[in-house]
T-cell receptor, first 114, second 112 residues
Framework: GQQLNQSPQSMFIQEGEDVSMNCTSSSIFNTWLWYKQDPGEGPVLLIALYKAGELTSNGRLTAQFGITRKDSFLNISASIPSDVGIYFCAGQLGSGGSNYKLTFGKGTLLTVNP | DADVTQTPRNRITKTGKRIMLECSQTKGHDRMYWYRQDPGLGLRLIYYSFDVKDINKGEISDGYSVSRQAQAKFSLSLESAIPNQTALYFC???????????FGPGTRLTVL
């Protein structure tokens, strides 16, 4: 099955710094999603991308759907302490049946030092 | 009130015991999922259901079973719990297009 490689595994940054993380796949996806998980909670959707080359923002977050459809990037600008958490990418084929399942990356643990 | 609820939130049990984790949703979604989360391994799909009569195995279904009692309820059972099933378990729901999944708060299960 598909596998997603998410990097980095963890990041330790100072408040105010920008953050970048990415996911790559050996096969194409038709949808890329980015989720954030706060400690003790379930993942919450941040950004959804539906078209190759698409660049979408949500406040200080910006994500891009790679042209090859095999990768995606998430950037966080001017980080703040509440950005702490685990960020997951997820890909979906979305062409019907079991292809609506999501394949998740292993997550990037972000720590922001005040 | 939360749209996706899970009970219990925490459970400690012993090897060999039968355990049921429950999930309820008020979102009206047809599709429901069970995931397992382990440190460093991300979220792995155990079972998924596209409607009450449609249940499918995910990538790690061995040792687990599920029941879709109604559109709003999807239960996960461990027939005979073993220590390597200690993990955080999440239920999720989605609309028919399925590309945005909404997660419950999770159940932390410890098998001694």
């Amino acid at each position: 099955g598909q596998q997603l490689n998410q990097s980095p595994q963890s990041m330790f940054i100072q408040e105010g710094e920008d953050v970048s993380m990415n996911c790559t796949s050996s096969s194409i996806f038709n949808t890329w999603l980015w989720y954030k998980q706060d400690p003790g909670e379930g993942p919450v959707l941040l950004i959804a991308l539906y078209k190759a080359g698409e660049l979408t923002s949500n406040g200080r977050l910006t994500a891009q759907f790679g042209i090859t459809r095999k990768d995606s990037f998430l950037n966080i600008s001017a980080s703040i302490p509440s950005d702490v958490g685990i960020y997951f990418c997820a890909g979906q084929l979305g062409s019907g049946g079991s292809n609506y399942k999501l394949t998740f990356g292993k997550g990037t643990l972000l720590t922001v030092n005040p | 009130d939360a749209d996706v609820t899970q009970t219990p939130r925490n459970r400690i049990t012993k090897t060999g015991k039968r355990i049921m984790l429950e999930c309820s949703q008020t979102k009206g979604h047809d599709r429901m999922y069970w995931y397992r989360q382990d440190p460093g391994l991300g979220l792995r799909l155990i079972y998924y259901s596209f409607d009450v009569k449609d249940i499918n195995k995910g990538e790690i279904s061995d040792g687990y079973s599920v029941s879709r009692q109604a559109q709003a309820k999807f239960s996960l059972s461990l027939e005979s719990a073993i220590p390597n099933q200690t993990a955080l378990y999440f239920c999720a729901t989605s609309e028919p297009r399925g590309n945005q999944q909404f997660f419950g708060p999770g159940t932390r299960l410890t098998v001694l």
